[in-house]
């Protein structure tokens, strides 16, 4: 496919420099996008970023990573207002570790006639010292070109140090190295990175008398206003760990219904003509696009499995009509991602030994699900408690470990809406 029509279709082109068209009509070309390890995980913010990657290697051309493992320690002050708190170096490493890890689930490095190719900057940098740097990369721009950079611009009032005023050289000197030792022409990235961009490839030119060529796509935002990539706790992750593949899923499944048509085109492999076809058929119909938007996602960057994890916890929680049978069926990881998403006590198996626990006791003694054994009494008269899907209609009712769901689980309702999750150890 044609990379540029392919993001023009998708409005993932923001702005490129001129030439470009023509170079990478010229044969398979290699470009990349830097990522420095700031975090323990990537985002799905930073999966815009992976998804121009991939979509670069499905056009036919070779994508490089650049882990920032020297940049990440300088940070970055594009799109900040204050200065960045320096990360130790042993975080750093093991956020790039982790990272790696998961470019490497999320892009093809082999199988393909095109690998992706992983690159550290920490390795152009590492047996340089201050002087070599100062008299290599220093002198290439003057303080006045960057300081025309709209992401140093911002800064000047309010105060930049020295340390993140040189990010720019430290960007545009990794695209030199890339361009020497990758023959890599193109560097790619949000438009919140268009001047460090372009400041490497007017390193390219001054200093090799090269000809390098940049892109970027539009900064992606949702229709409120509020970031996009942010729920209301926090920070979408790619770690299930961070954010479980219930979670993940749901983001997409709860997206605002005007962001769909943006969502489709940034996220989804599927072909225009499909993406335009699925919305002409479920053009009244938003939740049903959502729900395959979410499928695809969550299984592309967490698994099959993980999906159907999610879709098992999402009946759980949203669908009253399930029985015991349903709960039957879930595995110890699908009740693990129920752990995170209601509230939940972990007990003592020791409990349920002998003649078990009265269930009043489990609702008021044992954990605060309810104030008072008269109103525990009162909501098991009225029929409103249920253990296991199995309504508990006695206020004698005495659980005991048979009663428990691989030998730990134990899920309590009071009414339709109000679950509870015991983890008996």
Known sequence: MDFLEELRWRNMLHDATPGVEDYLASGPCTGYIGFDPTAPSLTIGNYVQLMLLTLFQQSGHTPV???????????????????????????????LAHQEAQMRKLIAFD??????????????????????????????????YMMAKESVKKRVETGISFTEFSYQILQAYDFQCLYEQQDCRLQMGGSDQWGNITSGTEFIRRNLSGKAYALTTPLLTKADGSKFGKSEQGNIWLDPDLTSPYAFYQFWINADDRDLPKFMRYFTLRSQEEVLALEET?????????????????????????????????????????DADFLLDMKPSDWKMVDGEIPSYALSRSLLSFEGTPLIELLTEHTDIMQSKGEARRAISGNAISANKIKQNSPDAVLVADDLIHGSYLLLENGKKNKFLINFS
């Open 65 to 95: 990573v650049l882990m920032g493992g020297a940049t990440g320690r300088i940070g970055d002050p594009s799109g900040k207002d204050k200065e960045r708190e320096l990360k130790s170096f042993e975080e750093l490493d093991l956020n």
């Open 111 to 144: 199988g393909v006639s095109n690998p992706a190719r992983l690159v550290n900057n920490h390795d152009f940098y590492k047996n340089m010292d201050v002087l070599e740097f100062l008299r290599t990369a220093g002198k290439t721009l003057t303080v006045n």
């Open 282 to 322: 479920h053009q009244d119909d938003p939740i049903t696009l959502k729900r395959l938007l979410a499928e695809e996602i969550t299984s592309r960057v967490h698994s099959e499995e993980a999906l159907e994890s999610a879709r098992k916890v999402s009946k759980l929680l949203f669908h009253p009509k399930i």
